[in-house]
């Protein structure tokens, strides 16, 4: 069973700066991507920003500059530091884990539960 669990999300003001965290835990041999996606009410899941298991990143156009992605593979947890935050940002915020559970098994996604972050005056 693999779990992930993000924390961090809330309301903030434009402007303001929010850190999610996203800790991956359960029968797991490796982990490769870690990214964060979100999702606006009535629009798709998008891509905000990923990074590879050796540290390699892409973002999303409206967030560079802004949001930093950052991983620690001791405790195999991703982080988002989100900071400029404007209200084009708020949306559900996922994490996406892409690992193998054990060697020679297939690569899988995992996805955690969503946080909520509301960018609001």
């Known amino acids: 069973q693999v779990q992930l669990v993000e924390s961090g999300g809330g309301l903030v003001q434009p402007g303001g700066s929010l850190r999610l965290s996203c800790a991956v835990s359960?029968?797991?041999?490796?982990?490769?991507?870690m990214g964060w996606y979100r999702q606006a009410p009535g629009k798709q899941r998008d891509l905000v920003a990923r990074i590879t298991s050796g540290g390699t990143t892409n973002y999303a156009d409206s967030v560079k500059g802004r949001f930093t992605i950052s991983r620690d593979n001791a405790k195999n947890t991703v982080y988002l530091q989100m900071n400029s935050l404007k209200s084009e940002d708020t949306a559900v915020y996922y994490c996406?884990?892409?690992?193998?559970?054990?060697?020679?098994?297939?690569?899988?996604?995992?996805w955690g539960q969503g946080t909520q972050v509301t960018v609001s005056s």
């Open positions: 359960g029968s797991i041999s490796r982990i490769y991507a």
């Open positions: 996406r884990a892409d690992l193998m559970q054990d060697v020679g098994t297939p690569l899988q996604d995992y």
